[in-house]
């Protein structure tokens, strides 16, 4: 089960956000959402950016691609990744939720 779907060429990601871990990364699923934990604190949209910029790494697509469609200042997020590749969605996914 991935945690979002494909709205055309875009893929609408949900996740659950811990900010202020001790270490960055993907700590799995909860229910339909990815969560994911990440060092900055949830001040001032630092970890809205921790996020895409984790992301935007992990995925290898520029952060001006990650748009934060809802959530804004909650935990629980939706992403729209612009115009990503099926293989590097894959990818992602095996190398984090499939271990």
């Known amino acids: 089960m991935e945690p979002g779907r494909w709205h055309g060429d875009d893929y609408h990601?949900?996740?659950?956000?811990?900010?202020?871990?001790?270490?960055?990364?993907?700590?799995?699923?909860?229910?339909?959402?990815?969560?994911?934990?990440?060092?900055?604190?949830?001040?001032?949209?630092?970890?809205?950016?921790?996020?895409?910029?984790?992301l935007a790494q992990e995925l290898d697509?520029?952060?001006?691609?990650?748009?934060?469609?809802a959530g804004e200042k909650s935990r629980n997020k939706r992403l729209c990744l612009k115009k990503v590749t099926k293989e590097s969605l894959q990818a992602f996914f095996v190398k984090w939720i499939n271990q």
């Open 61 to 69: 697509i520029a952060k001006g691609r990650i748009e934060i469609i």
């Open 13 to 54: 990601l949900e996740v659950c956000v811990q900010p202020r871990a001790s270490r960055e990364g993907v700590t799995g699923l909860r229910g339909t959402q990815l969560r994911i934990a990440l060092n900055a604190p949830p001040v001032e949209g630092a970890a809205n950016r921790a996020l895409i910029r984790f």
